[in-house]
């Protein structure tokens, strides 16, 4: 392939067209969306023997582990004494669910808004041998209950269990028309009366040795009968015709094992090895679901068809709901050939789809219902398409890497402009277009050969140009990233004037908006809601008049279309139409979202056709068709599942109490809602508000259950809304005062509080007592404690001058002490002279009396040691407190060093100091000497003030 395309290349050289060569054609058959419930999610066994569906729209399943429940939201497991497999499961008008197993049979039923309750019917049975039967097939829709095994069958009626006596064992029991039909082994068809008698029908040995599996209405009041082998037969009341068609061909391949009829013109079969084919009433194979294309498992054990006229299997492994009934069809790229689609375009019959991996072709068979002939890539086209606009005639494709002309099967460059998210006519120079760009917005004008690039507005600051809405000559531009432009084109469109408009309360962090045009203004879609452009705050505003109009629509991620029809993106999976030609009539699709997912960010929905649309995906394209006609179906609508007051530790719950009135300690609600809408995900909101009229709701989730703890006494509604529809359910309830708040309690609490009164009355007096003596005996107490302070202080004080007068007595005897020490000095030096006198050899009276004298000198200056002590004692007694500090300081001092250093603190001399410890002066300053070191003085410290300092 890649040698031709060089030939091609080499002989023809400076072409720019590239011929749609069939590198590859993808077969891209629609589908119903098929939803897949594996036993993951339901938490059960992978066989699934049958399906039903009550009044309330709940869906039930026979399963190997026992019977499953489903409302949409909460799958459910009940299980039968003894946990036997349930065969077979069907519910009547009075929303009894019947089930079937080995041995057992019975209905369940719902009590009060609570769960499923189980009653067993097989006591009732007459014979002793059922406990080995098993039943494998219910029928509500006859005189009574049918139970049928493969040897009995059984009706239950008026409290009563029949056994219908056939003659052989049996296959499948059907329900049709009001008449009961059932196949007895090598005997034939057999119709079950009324009265429990049986009827063959006539050449109904024609299946002898076959297995008939189904039988439906078919046409003209007639009966298609199916087989495992032998394909299908029709039955006219008189005779049996084979049925050839490419339906009973296919089933006579691949075992037929369940039927059904869908409506007048569709009848839906299961097969043993390949799914399910859907066909119409002359045997042509509309839809062909397997494993291929969306089917958990080929082999199918039954077929169901629900209120909102949707096929459910249940399969080998899991269960599956087919939605036929629905105006979408998907075209899955199962394969991922074509890769995320983000635009297309409809010329005539010819469908151009533009993807991540290209630009695509093909063609329309046919638009009701919707089927293409193969798809076909388009070659030179090969990365990412963004817009294929249709201009005068022109199908122009915006390429990742340049913006192409489509003719036929031809491209034309015209333009490397990188990324043309989209293109279209400037209404104010209609001779020109505008496309946004990578690089900013680009301009094209009108040629001899077509549209050709004219310029880009390098003005813009070449800003990456998402989607440009014109107003007059204004350009609005959404950036590829953040923010919202508005270019102002001059007339010559040679400038462009540039500014970012502010948006009110703009999330930096959330930087998605879309901008979209209604009536000639301008908006943007957000999930924080719509804003629209206030030129008088030059800002976008969040716009309460869209908000009244749209209510949960205006949280839209992105709107879509055009004047006539604004599709508002409200999730991944679900949109909503609003016709403004038809008064703004509101429309919403949505889909489960693990089927089928826009394109994020880049949502792109067209319109092919009056109401038909093309809605782009990531893995292939969904087709709404909103004429598609669904028939008389009763839709499903919410309701409160189950509801269960409960309390703390052993308190018994109770089930929706009559009346709705609850004691208070059973003050916790646990609620489970439900709408049973199978075919797109159901979310729940919620308000519980308190003796108030005001609704304040939470969020959306996809929970159906509630809890609310603590609940105080008081009147209640409690409102539910899913959002499938606008109808709320409100239910009211009251929470009961507690046992404490009762007349009764509150009598015997005035008494309590009058007798613990009297006795805080009387403890009180009590203690008022007990402090007044307790605070008497502490005031004499004190008085007492003053007394022998004051009489302790004043022996203190008396001590202290007694000390002072000692003190001071003392050292009046010390001074007094050395004076006389002074004294007797003076008289030894008086006797001194005396004596010098008597040796100059005076006469004898003058000596004699000179030696007189000087034995009374004697008598006076013969012992000073009395002096001494007084003095010593004295001395002691006044610097007591200094040689106490003075040791403190200096512990090395000797009794010496003591003495010598209170003398110094007298501020004696050495001479002074001398006599009063007996050696020279000489001595004296050696003591001092020593003193000094002892006491760390350097020399030029002076001693005497040291120590009157100290």
């Known amino acids: 392939m890649q040698f031709k395309k060089r030939c091609f290349l080499l002989l023809m050289p400076g072409l720019l067209c590239l011929s749609i060569s069939v590198l590859g054609q993808y077969g891209f058959n629609s589908t119903p969306q098929v939803v897949n419930f594996t036993k993951q999610s339901y938490n059960a066994h992978s066989q699934n023997w049958s399906l039903s569906q009550d009044n309330n729209g709940l869906i039930y399943v026979a399963n190997n582990n026992g019977l499953l429940s489903f409302d949409g939201s909460q799958w459910t497991t009940y299980k039968l004494p003894g946990n036997p497999i349930v065969r077979a499961v069907a519910a009547d008008a009075n929303n009894r669910i019947y089930t079937g197993a080995y041995g057992e049979f019975g209905y369940w039923q719902q009590k009060d808004r609570g769960p499923l309750v189980y009653h067993s019917l097989s006591k009732l049975v007459p014979q002793q041998n059922f406990a080995k039967e098993e039943i494998w097939k219910i029928n509500t829709q006859s005189d009574g209950i049918l139970f049928q095994s493969f040897s009995k069958l059984y009706r239950y009626k008026d409290d009563r269990i029949t056994q219908i006596e056939l003659p052989g064992n049996i296959m499948y029991l059907f329900s049709i028309r009001g008449k009961d039909y059932i196949q007895v082994l090598d005997h034939g068809i057999y119709i079950i009366n009324r009265d429990n008698s049986i009827s063959k029908i006539s050449g109904s040995e024609l299946f002898n040795g076959l297995k008939v599996i189904s039988i439906v209405p078919f046409i003209n009041n007639t009966l298609l009968i199916g087989t495992v082998k032998s394909g299908f037969y029709v039955y006219d009341g008189v005779k049996f015709t084979p049925w050839n068609t490419p339906a009973g061909h296919f089933i006579q391949s691949n075992d037929l094992n369940a039927g059904l009829r869908i409506d007048d013109n569709r009848y839906a079969f299961g097969t043993i090895r390949n799914g399910i084919i859907i066909c119409d009433a002359q045997g042509n194979i509309q839809h062909h679901i397997n494993r291929s294309n969306g089917l958990q498992n080929n082999t199918v054990l039954n077929l169901f068809k629900d209120r909102m006229g949707n096929l459910w299997a249940g399969l080998d492994k899991g269960i599956d709901e087919i939605v036929i009934n629905s105006g979408l069809q998907f075209f899955k790229d199962v394969h991922g050939n074509i890769g995320a689609i983000y635009t297309a375009s409809l010329i005539n019959d010819n469908l151009y789809i533009g993807s991540n991996q290209g630009l695509f072709h093909t063609k329309v068979n046919s638009y009701n219902p919707f089927t293409l002939s193969a798809i076909t890539k388009v070659n030179g086209i090969n990365e990412q398409v963004w817009d294929l606009s249709f201009i005068d005639n022109e199908l122009i494709c915006g390429n990742n890497n340049a913006t192409y002309r489509i003719e036929g099967s031809n491209i034309y460059k015209i333009s490397d402009v990188p990324g043309g998210w989209n ?319 009762s007349v009764v309690a509150v009598i015997i609490y005035i008494l309590l509080l009058l007798l613990i009164a009297y006795g805080i009355y009387y403890y009180v007096n009590w203690r008022v007592k007990r402090q007044n003596e307790y605070m008497r005996l502490q005031h004499e107490r004190k008085l007492q404690e003053e007394k022998r302070k004051v009489e302790h202080l004043t022996l203190l004080q008396h001590q202290k001058e007694l000390e002072r007068e000692v003190i001071i007595k003392s050292e009046d005897v010390a001074k007094s002490a050395m004076k006389l020490i002074k004294n007797k000095k003076a008289l030894q030096k008086l006797k001194t002279e005396l004596n010098k006198l008597k040796a100059e050899g005076t006469d004898e009276k003058s000596h004699y009396q000179i030696q007189k004298l000087s034995r009374q000198l004697d008598r006076y200056i013969s012992d000073d040691q009395e002096e001494r002590s007084l003095f010593e004692n004295g001395f002691s007694k006044v610097h007591e407190d200094f040689f106490n500090r003075l040791l403190i300081a200096y512990p090395q001092l000797t009794p010496q060093d003591l003495k010598l250093a209170a003398y110094l603190r007298m501020n004696l001399s050495s001479k002074e100091i001398a006599p009063l410890i007996n050696i020279s002066t000489r001595g004296v300053e050696i003591k001092r000497y020593r003193l000094r070191k002892k006491l760390n003085l350097d020399s030029e410290a002076n001693l005497n003030d040291f120590m009157m300092k100290f």
């Open 423 to 741: 293109l279209q006519k400037l209404a104010a120079y209609p001779n020109y277009l505008v496309q946004g760009s990578y690089i900013g917005p680009a301009l094209y004008n009108y040629g001899g050969k077509g549209w050709a690039f004219y310029r880009l507005l390098d003005s813009t600051g070449f800003i990456p140009s998402r989607k440009i809405i014109q107003q007059n000559k204004n350009l609005w531009i959404e950036h590829a990233n953040a923010g919202i432009y508005v270019l102002q084109l001059s007339d010559s469109l040679t400038t462009a004037s540039l500014r970012q408009v502010e948006i009110e309360n703009s999330d930096k962090h959330d930087a998605r908006y879309s901008l979209f045009s209604l009536e000639g203004n301008v908006y943007l879609a957000s999930s924080q809601g719509i804003f629209e452009y206030d030129s008088r705050q030059n800002k976008f505003i969040l716009s309460e008049r869209i908000k009244s109009q749209l209510g949960s629509n205006f949280y839209a991620n992105k709107v879509i279309g055009n004047t006539h029809n604004l599709w508002y993106v409200l999730g991944n999976n679900t949109l909503a139409l609003v016709n403004k030609a038809q008064g703004n009539q509101l429309e919403k699709i949505s889909w489960v979202q693990a089927n089928f997912s826009l394109v994020n960010n880049y949502e792109n929905i067209l319109q092919l056709k009056d109401n038909l649309y093309f809605i782009c995906g990531e893995e292939g394209f969904v087709i709404y068709d909103r004429n598609y006609y669904k028939g008389d179906v009763n839709e499903t609508t919410l309701f409160i599942r189950q509801i269960r007051f409960t309390g703390k530790g052993h308190t018994p719950a109770v089930e929706d109490p009559p009346g709705s009135k609850v004691s208070y300690k059973n003050n916790t609600l646990q609620i489970v809602a439900a709408h049973p809408v199978f075919d797109r995900d159901v979310l729940f909101r919620y308000s519980l508000t308190r003796n108030a009229d005001d609704t304040l709701w939470s969020s959306w989730t996809k929970s159906s259950e509630r809890e609310v703890n603590n609940l105080l006494p008081g009147q209640y509604s409690l409102k539910v809304q899913s959002n499938q529809s606008d109808k709320i359910v409100d239910y009211r309830f009251t929470i009961l005062n507690p046992w404490y708040t």
